[in-house]
């Protein structure tokens, strides 16, 4: 059985940082792209940033560019998100997911990913 769960998540400033893990059990992981997803009130599930297997590739969206990093260690099945500077807008709940989609692209869809976490809370207030 695929586990996949998520912490890290919680209350901060503006202008804080946060680092989100995501540890997966039941898979291989470096067979599988992560990525992590965020999802606000009321809005759609948005792709934030994803990482090849072997870490050499990495996506951001644009608004976190220059802010979050992504990263994994295989040796330990763990994902990672380091948030900086981070802004109210970055308030969401944060999910970690897993692709075994094989492409020379990135998969950014949500579609596009297998297995799933339950979410941690991002609270940025201002």
């Known amino acids: 059985q695929v586990q996949v769960l998520e912490s890290g998540g919680g209350l901060v400033q503006a202008g804080g940082s946060l680092r989100l893990s995501c540890t997966t059990s039941?898979?291989?992981?470096?067979?599988?792209?992560m990525g992590w997803f965020r999802q606000a009130p009321g809005k759609e599930r948005e792709g934030v940033s994803c990482?090849?297997?072997?870490?050499?590739?990495?996506y951001y969206a644009d608004s976190v560019k220059g802010r979050f990093t992504i990263s994994r260690d295989n040796a330990k099945n763990t994902l990672y998100l380091q948030m900086n500077s981070l802004k109210p807008e970055d308030t969401a709940a944060y999910y970690c997911?897993?692709?075994?989609?094989?492409?020379?692209?990135?998969?950014?869809?949500?579609?596009?990913?297998?297995?799933w976490g339950q979410g941690t809370q991002v609270t940025v207030s201002s």
């Open positions: 997911a897993a692709s075994v989609r094989y492409s020379y692209l990135l998969p950014t869809r949500s579609n596009e990913y297998n297995y």
């Open positions: 039941g898979l291989t992981f470096d067979n599988y792209v």
């Open positions: 990482i090849s297997r072997n870490g050499g590739n990495t």
